[in-house]
């Protein structure tokens, strides 16, 4: 484990503490892109169903980045104060909840996974091929809980580079096994090839997790006291992650109404449009850490400091991605994950649209993080909830229709 040296120069700390997380988040969007481009090959009905299916998946997800959270917040905060004991034992014992929790929901999507898709309003051959998909993927949901896990405790004990190596190599087992079973599996082989990445996850984030914060075996269990402040860190973080799931599958809802091929063009340019999210994440992450620590070690007007010097950063690089997502949008990107030149040209307009968003979310990612991690989650979740059910899905609905 690292701790933030405050008295460094502002930048090169954040600089120090985003670059891996940036290059992270690409890698593990560049495996969402790799899916779309082999599932995009099959028919719009397949992307369709690949698009109800991930925020299916993430809705599901919303409990493990919740106490994901409250890990990270928890781990910092000691780790900040040198008790690298405590953060041993609150990044074990949420893992073993991670994994519990993810088994039992897991279990019942696998059960109820077609009418689950047919609540979207889908036709019955988009809800065959999901339901064929989510089967699998649930399964191994419990995995992909305890990754998240490990991955969040890791940033904010201050360890960036082992999250980033964990992606690379789900990144080259994704791509390789997508290659080989998409084409003669359909959606399976894309169910199986997720799976499989989400196994590898677990495994190495536990692995490193036990050798960085130097985990006992009886420390999963030690750390249940740790449980009751997590999980009050955390519940407004999982309502915020439950909101917004609840307000993106309600967009789902609005954008499946208008058709398969406008599904398909919407899960295209989402896509490629959160290939733009990866400085504001990146940034985010490191502004969280820094909250984090920051408040463990005592020194909340530096962290506030360094924060605000972030969101500056931040704010200019994402005007730069605005640039990249209108020359996406103008260069045909879509044709390439579709074959369909309907649902690429639908998929250039809602670029285009997309490209006005990145300074704002360069402003809004890294001021969130820092807010939960710092343990302030009911503002984040406040700021969620305003953004959706005030702007996004009462204008969604209406210029939609």
Not at 109 to 136: M, T
Not at 141 to 158: D, M
């Amino acid at each position: 484990m690292e701790r933030i040296d405050f008295n460094a120069p502002v930048r090169k700390t954040i600089l120090r503490l985003s670059w891996p997380a940036f290059l992270d988040y690409f890698l593990n969007t560049l495996y969402t892109l790799v899916d779309l481009y082999f599932v995009g090959k099959l028919s719009p009905e397949a992307i369709g169903a690949l698009g109800v299916a991930w925020p299916i998946n993430f809705t599901a997800q919303a409990f493990f980045m919740a106490l994901g959270v409250g890990a990270a917040a928890a781990v910092s905060r000691h780790v900040g104060a040198g008790r690298a004991r405590r953060a041993a034992e609150a990044a074990a014992s949420s893992s073993l909840v991670q994994a519990l929790a993810g088994l039992l929901m897991g279990t019942l999507a696998a059960l109820f996974a077609y009418p689950i898709f047919k609540l979207f309003g889908v036709s019955d051959e988009v809800a065959q091929l999901g339901s064929v998909y989510l089967v699998p993927v649930a399964l191994l949901w419990w995995a992909r809980g305890v990754y998240i896990n490990s991955s969040y405790a890791l940033r904010s004990a201050g360890e960036v580079r082992l999250p980033l190596a964990i992606s690379a190599a789900s990144l080259a087992l994704g791509f390789a096994l997508d290659a080989l079973l998409i084409p003669k599996l359909g959606m399976l082989g894309a169910a199986y090839a997720w799976a499989s990445v989400a196994g590898l996850q677990a495994l190495l984030g536990l692995l490193f997790l036990v050798k960085s914060l130097r985990i006992r075996p009886l420390d999963a269990f030690k750390g249940l006291g740790e449980l009751p402040w997590m999980a009050r860190v955390a519940a407004p973080s999982f309502a915020e992650n439950i909101t917004q799931r609840i307000g993106f599958l309600g967009f789902v809802r609005v954008i499946t109404g208008l058709g398969t091929e406008a599904l398909a063009a919407h899960i295209v340019a989402t896509r490629i449009e959160s290939l733009s999210f990866m400085p504001g994440v990146g940034l985010g992450n490191a502004a969280g850490a820094l909250a984090g620590q920051g408040v463990g070690a005592k020194l909340p007007k530096k962290a506030q400091g360094h924060v605000n010097t972030l969101v500056k950063m931040a704010l200019v690089i994402m005007l730069g991605m605005s640039l990249f997502i209108a020359l996406a949008a103008v260069g045909g990107l879509p044709k390439l994950f579709t074959g369909s030149d309907k649902v690429a040209s639908l998929a250039s307009a809602v670029l285009l649209v997309a490209a006005l968003e990145q300074p704002a979310f360069g402003m809004m990612s890294p001021y969130q993080w820092a807010l939960r991690v710092s343990g302030w989650t009911e503002a984040a979740w406040g700021i969620t909830a305003a953004g959706l059910f005030l702007v996004r899905l009462p204008l969604g609905f209406a210029l939609a229709y």
